[in-house]
RNA sequence: GGAGAGGUGGCUGAGUGGUUGAAAGCGCUCCCCUGCUAAGGGAGUAUGUGGUAAUCCUGCAUCGAGGGUUCGAAUCCCUCCCUCUCCGCCA
């Protein structure tokens, strides 16, 4: 949500600014909601006034006449007051869903654009490897190895599940502990969250009320499944304020992550890339407004470190204006190579989301004079499914063994390839 | 799931229809006094949102959340959430 005095004091600004979104914030429609707001808050809290004198008076008068003038008089107040806030409510809601639809502004260096063919490249690490073989992609080293099975997810679920067996899983589960320590080593907090979460939650992050198609719901109860850590996590502090001194605040979760995929039925159909359930890795950071720049530099490269030490070839990607997310500012993506697809694949996205979600979900910092919302900033570190599937591709061996990477070898109890059963 | 008790400011804890945004204590901040320390005295100490250019002034709201009754609700009624105790069930 944006700093509505700013929506009043510089709309077109920040009109231009949302321009580069494709996103047309109707200048018009604010004011009149503004001022519709305006109106009835003014009407209806000088009757409330009136009302609150007017029964103070009546408490303290002894004339059973003139008390009963008054007894009239303040029921009258009483139902224009009614009415007044019934409009007051609707004009309220009115110009809350309406910010609540509007995305973040754009930072200032991200590059403006449409799609995603518009993000520019910073730079590309590692080296891709030289097959001399014609390379498998990971859904079929999967099942060379007796490691990775997509029918049996459907029959027992649906399609854009898997199951993982043997050794695959072992090294899922090792990837997932390895980057927990890594992380926790380079001062981050582990936390444990539910995988469960109201819909205040999903507002306070930004998924709600504009994207409720990618989410699954709890049909007994108002609940959802979480679509990514960053929703429990980034709450945590939701309604509170913070004390200066105890920033930054950095805290990594693991999760498995929940996306219904609406709308992407085309995409990704084969392998782990694009599934309904994956296991993610997840950094989050609450910090000064002051050092948030240089707080999005550090986290991404803390999730960029896994990536280093796994040996993966990367590229670190800064999003366009018209890829960045609705609640970020500025998104790097960090996307690992995929030789199989001859492409890279986004592996992590760490955004800065300024006071974005802090405004909705009322995360302050206490300052002497007026309290100020805090910054957060989030990333991937990274999702586990891609960077299992990533392993497989860029380690493969011509026969569709698997070397383990160097970090992964004392999770993997020794083991330093995945070979092909017997 | 059943029975009961309860949710008040940073904390403890009063308050059962009318100057209660909220007593008192603790904590914290500032000032005074005391040649250190200890003790004492005084003042201040929530959040949000309006009117405003304004950290001055001032209105309104907030006693778990949302409704209702009433001229008036922290106090009465309803629904929901949460916490505690006992019982049942259970990884």
């Known amino acids: 949500m944006l700093d509505i005095n700013i929506l009043r004091s510089n709309p077109s600004s920040i009109q231009e600014n949302l321009k580069k979104r494709d996103f047309l914030f109707d200048v018009e429609v604010f004011n009149k909601l503004d ?22 008076e009546i408490a ?38 309406f910010l609540l639809e509007i995305p973040n502004i754009i930072s200032e260096d991200v590059p403006v654009g449409k799609s995603e063919n ?29 490691g990775m099975n997509f029918e049996e997810s459907v029959k027992i679920s649906k399609s854009r599940f898997v199951i993982l067996k043997n050794e695959i899983a072992k090294l899922h589960r090792a990837l997932i502990q390895y980057m927990l320590n890594l992380h926790t080593k380079n001062g981050y907090e582990e936390l444990y969250v539910p995988y469960l979460v109201n819909s205040e939650s999903l507002k306070g992050t930004g998924q709600l009320p504009k994207f409720e198609e990618d989410l699954f719901k709890i049909s007994n109860d108002n609940m959802y499944l979480i679509p990514t850590a960053e929703v429990p996590v980034t709450n945590i502090h939701r309604n509170e304020i913070l004390n200066s001194e105890d920033l930054p605040i950095n805290y990594v979760a693991h999760t ?7 709308g992407s039925y085309g995409k990704d159909t084969k392998g782990m890339i694009r599934q309904h359930q994956f296991d993610k890795i997840e950094l989050v950071k ?22 280093e030490n796994l040996s993966l070839p990367y590229r670190k990607v800064i999003l366009c204006s018209g890829d960045t997310g609705f609640a970020s500012t500025k998104t790097y993506d960090l996307e690992v190579w995929f030789p199989s697809q001859d492409s890279y694949r986004e592996i992590s996205s760490c955004s800065h989301f300024s006071d974005f979600q802090s405004r909705r979900m009322k995360i302050r ?28 591709e860029n380690n493969q061996n011509e026969n569709g063994s698997v070397k383990i990477p160097e970090v992964l070898i004392d999770y993997m109890d020794g083991s330093k390839e995945l070979i092909l059963p017997r």
């Open 118 to 146: 518009e993000n520019s490249v910073i730079y590309e690490k590692g080296h891709k490897n030289l097959f001399n073989f014609e390379v498998k992609d990971h859904q079929e080293i999967g099942k060379l190895l007796d």
């Open 60 to 97: 303290s008068e002894k004339d059973p006449d003139l008390k009963k003038n008054k007894l009239k008089e303040a029921s009258q107040i009483s139902s224009q007051l009614k009415e007044s806030k019934i409009k007051l409510d609707s004009s309220k809601l009115h110009l809350n869903n």
């Open 365 to 392: 910092i206490k300052q002497s004079k007026a309290n100020i919302f805090c910054h957060t900033i989030n990333g991937s570190g990274l999702a586990v499914g891609r960077t299992l599937a990533a392993i497989l």
């Open 35 to 56: 001022a519709e707001r305006k109106k009835n808050q003014i009407d209806t809290e000088s009757l409330q006034e009136k009302s609150n004198k007017i029964a103070k």
């Open 256 to 262: 498995p992550c929940f996306r219904s995929e609406a």
């Open 286 to 307: 609450f910090v000064h407004p002051e050092d948030a720049e240089s707080e999005l530099e550090k986290l991404t490269l803390d999730a960029e470190s896994i990536l």
